[in-house]
């Protein structure tokens, strides 16, 4: 089934480690996204890609490190976690960046990180 | 700036009640309007979405107009079932900056629904 894969799905982590996130979609689209969700305040970009070879930052970029060295893969790291870090990971693609889908957002299952 | 406002929650409801989520937004320009569903240990879905203003997304029975005057876009749904339990998130996208290809993606802070057969 195409979509999102997001892996690890759950982790405890010590406070300190180096931790990465994994994303790979398969429906080639252009741009890709990652967003922390935490309660009560919904959903928060942290960094995104609108193509391969291309990164930004978003709203809470801080602590997060982004690369995009092919259109499939997004690897979120962490290169020092906090426990402010605990919160449950999406990452999300959509197609090309202005066109009539603009705001279509396909998203992973999630990856719920604890940092203790 | 580009932000959303949606009512707070969490919203309990009998099955087969009448459903509004209520979701105000302001932003620059002319935005498009979305309403995602997130169901327990999933993530993120598209529910609906309307591009532009007096237009009506509308799918699984839910329906939102895009009302420029008030700058709304409530979510509504005539009679809810069991299933329709998740929590929705309000959003909109602003068009790209002129000489940037990306178009944000602003959401509210979700409204959580449970309904009770």
């Known amino acids: 089934i195409a979509g999102i894969t997001q892996a690890p799905t759950s982790q405890i982590l010590a406070a300190g480690r180096r931790m990465t996130l994994r994303c790979t979609q398969d429906m080639r689209h252009n741009a890709m996204y990652w967003y922390r969700q935490d309660l009560g305040l919904g959903l928060r970009l942290i960094h995104y890609s609108n193509t391969a070879g291309t990164t930004g930052k978003g709203e809470v970029p801080d602590g997060y490190s982004v690369s995009r060295a092919n259109t499939d893969d997004f690897p979120l790291t962490l290169a020092s976690a906090v426990p402010s870090q605990t919160s449950v990971y999406f990452c999300?693609?959509?197609?090309?960046?202005?066109?009539?889908?603009?705001?279509?957002?396909?998203f992973g299952e999630g990856s719920r990180l604890t940092v203790l | 700036g580009n932000s959303v406002t949606q009512m707070e929650g969490p919203v309990t409801l009998s099955e087969e009640a009448f459903l509004t989520i209520n979701c105000t937004y302001t932003a620059t320009g002319y935005p498009s309007l979305f309403w995602y569903v997130q169901y327990p240990g999933e993530g993120l879905q598209l529910l609906l979405k309307a591009t532009k203003a007096d237009d009506k997304g509308s799918n699984k029975g839910f329906e939102a107009t895009y009302r420029k005057e008030t700058t709304s876009f409530h979510l509504e749904k005539g009679s809810v079932q069991v299933s329709d339990s998740a929590v929705y998130f309000c959003?909109?996208?602003?068009?790209?900056?002129?000489?940037?290809?990306?178009?944000?993606?602003?959401f509210g802070r979700g409204t959580q629904l449970t309904v009770w057969p």
């Open positions: 959003a909109l996208s602003d068009l790209p900056d002129r000489g940037s290809t990306l178009g944000r993606l602003y």
């Open positions: 999300a693609s959509s197609e090309i960046i202005g066109g009539p889908n603009t705001g279509e957002l396909f």
